[in-house]
C-alpha cells in the first residue's frame, strides 16, 4: 500500500515534513549544484534535518522582496524582517539601502504593461508530481493555465556571463543558475498534472544602478538539455535523505568549513589546487 503523501500549502510548502517526502528545485540544487555553484550533499542533507541553518543572504532576500511584492505581502515581509530597516541615525526605521534599491527594481518592472502582463498569472501556484523517480514539489511565481510558466528572477546583471572552467565557455545566467532546470522540472509538473506541455519564461529585472528588465523565454531543446543526467542524481538524492548512503563532504561551503576536522598536514602545494 501506498503512503498517502502530506497535501501542500503556502503555510506547510517549507516545513521539514514537505522537505523530506517531496523533492524540490532547490534541495536538487543543493545536493547537485549547478554550473556556477558546486553542490554539497553533507549541507543539503543538514540543511533538511534542521541541522543547519543558514542566515538568508543579502541577495535572497532582495529576492524575496520583489517576491512578495509581487505576491501582495509586502507588508508582512517587512514586518517579519526587522533587519532590513536602519535602527540608528536620522533615518533610522526607514528601509536600508540595498532594499530601496529592490524596491526600486520592482518599481520599474511595474512600469512595463508586458512584463506586468506575464507577472499577472496566478502567484506562488504548489504543484506536486511525480517525476523521475520522485515525488516533486514546485512553486511558481506566475502561472498562466493553459498558457504558459513565469519565473520571476532578481539577478546581478541580465547579461552576466559565467565562465565555466570544465567546459571551456561562458554560459548565461540562465544556465549558470540552473534556472533552465527549474523550469523543465515545472513544465513537467504541469504537464503531468494539466497534460499540457506550457512555453517557459523568466521574466528578469537586475541589480544595475538603472535595472534593466527583460522577459525571455528558455526555448525547448535548453530545457531538454537541462534535465541530462537527473535520473541517476535523484535516485542518489532519495537513498541519501533515506539515509542509505554516507553524503559526499564538498570541503568548500560554510558548513563544511565550520565541521572541518584535520586528520594531517597537507603538503604546501596543494593549498591552491584547482
Ligand atoms: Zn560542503
Not at 526587522?82 to 526600486?104: H, R, W
Not at 504548489?126 to 511565481?141: C, Q, R, S, V
Not at 532546470?181 to 503531468?192: F, G, H, T
Amino acid at each position: 500500500m501506498t503512503k498517502t503523501l502530506l497535501k501542500l500549502s503556502s503555510d506547510n510548502y517549507y516545513s521539514k515534513e514537505a522537505n523530506f517526502e517531496y523533492l524540490s528545485v532547490s534541495q536538487y540544487k543543493d545536493f547537485c549544484g549547478t554550473m556556477a555553484k558546486k553542490g554539497c550533499e553533507y549541507s543539503a542533507l543538514a540543511k533538511l534535518r534542521g541541522e543547519y541553518t543558514p542566515e538568508p543572504s543579502k541577495d535572497m532576500l532582495m529576492g524575496s522582496y520583489i517576491d512578495s511584492a509581487y505576491e501582495g505581502t509586502l507588508e508582512e515581509f517587512k514586518n517579519n524582517r526587522p533587519e532590513m530597516f536602519l535602527t540608528s541615525g536620522k533615518n533610522a526605521g526607514q528601509l536600508k539601502a540595498d532594499f530601496i534599491k529592490a524596491q526600486n527594481a520592482y518599481d520599474r518592472t511595474q512600469r512595463d504593461e508586458l512584463f506586468k502582463l506575464y507577472m499577472s498569472g496566478e502567484k506562488q501556484k504548489i504543484m506536486t508530481a511525480e517525476l523521475f523517480g520522485a515525488n516533486w514539489k514546485i512553486k511558481m511565481d506566475s502561472y498562466h493555465a493553459d498558457k504558459c510558466i513565469v519565473d520571476l528572477k532578481y539577478i546581478k546583471d541580465i547579461h552576466d556571463r559565467t565562465w565555466i572552467k570544465d567546459l571551456g565557455y561562458f554560459v548565461n545566467f540562465i544556465e549558470a543558475w540552473g534556472y533552465d532546470l527549474q523550469l523543465a522540472i515545472y513544465q513537467l509538473a504541469v504537464e503531468k498534472n494539466t497534460g499540457q506541455k506550457l512555453p517557459c519564461y523568466i521574466a528578469a529585472v537586475d541589480k544595475k544602478t538603472t535595472p534593466e528588465i527583460e522577459l525571455i523565454q528558455i526555448n525547448q531543446i535548453q530545457l531538454d538539455a537541462s534535465l541530462i543526467g537527473i535520473e541517476s542524481n535523484v535516485k542518489r538524492i532519495l537513498e541519501l535523505k533515506k539515509g542509505n548512503l554516507e553524503p559526499d563532504k564538498c570541503g568548500v561551503c560554510e558548513y563544511c568549513l565550520e565541521n572541518k576536522i584535520l586528520t594531517s598536514p597537507i603538503d604546501s602545494s596543494r593549498l591552491i589546487e584547482i
